[in-house]
């Protein structure tokens, strides 16, 4: 069983367009977080939920959207995207306490054309 | 403001060669390290974490690395690698204290050849 999973893998979307991508974590993880690797690798915190509840946003653009129906999932909506939202996206869980690591999903890499 | 800055952006080596990757991290308060790998095309993974106590972890694949707190760093070691060990490497620090965030260094690429 993946204990991250994200959906979907790879997503290919015209300028302008809205789409979400979606995580899940069957960990029994508190947090949940996203991160966006630009193409120089630079992984950049954008969001983090804990217990459905947001409790990080790195100045992200009001464009992206975070939605956690429950702990086990933390999806990502993106409004009217643009050519610079090409990245690859990471959902991540923790455990609760600050001595638990970090487990990733395998990513999904957005390509806004 | 809290950061994590790792000081080689692009190392190569040949096999058998020992790595040392620097890191840095600029927080006061508590903090957890870590090193994560990202091999080509693939998620990030765990190489080894430092939460307490001795300050020299051992990870996997032959990875050890120092917590030195005076100098605020945590330097990755492996003393011959492979060409296997081909990836990027990620320093990485929890800022507890009210914050409860992972945060990233920008990345080493690591080349090894044959």
């Known amino acids: 069983d993946t204990a991250v999973s994200q959906t979907p893998k790879y997503l290919v979307t015209q300028m302008g367009n809205d789409k979400s991508i979606k995580c899940e974590q069957n960990?029994?993880?508190?947090?949940m977080y996203w991160y966006k690797q630009d193409s120089k690798k630079f992984l950049k915190i954008m969001f983090s939920?804990?217990?459905?509840?947001?409790?990080i946003n790195e100045t992200v653009p009001n464009r992206f959207s975070p939605k956690s129906p429950d702990k086990a999932h933390l999806n990502l909506h993106i409004n009217s995207l643009e050519l610079g939202d090409s990245a690859v996206y990471f959902c991540?869980?923790?455990?609760?306490?600050?001595?638990?690591?970090?487990?990733f999903g395998q990513g999904t890499r957005l390509t806004v054309v | 403001a809290q950061s994590v800055s790792q000081h080689n952006h692009h190392v190569i080596l040949s096999e058998a060669a020992s790595l040392e990757l620097g890191c840095n991290y600029s927080?006061?308060?508590?903090?957890?390290l870590f090193w994560y790998v990202q091999y080509p095309g693939q998620h990030l993974q765990l190489l080894l974490k430092?939460?307490?106590?001795?300050?020299l972890v051992k990870g996997i694949k032959g990875f050890e690395a120092e917590f030195i707190k005076s100098k605020f760093s945590f330097n990755l070691r492996k003393p011959s690698v492979q060409w296997s060990d081909t990836a990027e490497y990620f320093c990485?620090?929890?800022?507890?204290?009210?914050?409860?965030?992972?945060?990233f260094g920008a990345g080493t690429r690591l080349a090894v050849h044959p």
């Open positions: 991540a869980s923790k455990g609760a306490g600050r001595e638990t690591e970090a487990f």
């Open positions: 960990l029994g993880h508190d947090t």
């Open positions: 939920y804990n217990n459905k509840e947001l409790i």
């Open positions: 927080y006061g308060g508590t903090v957890n």
């Open positions: 430092y939460f307490s106590g001795d300050p």
């Open positions: 990485a620090a929890f800022l507890s204290g009210g914050y409860n965030k992972l945060i």
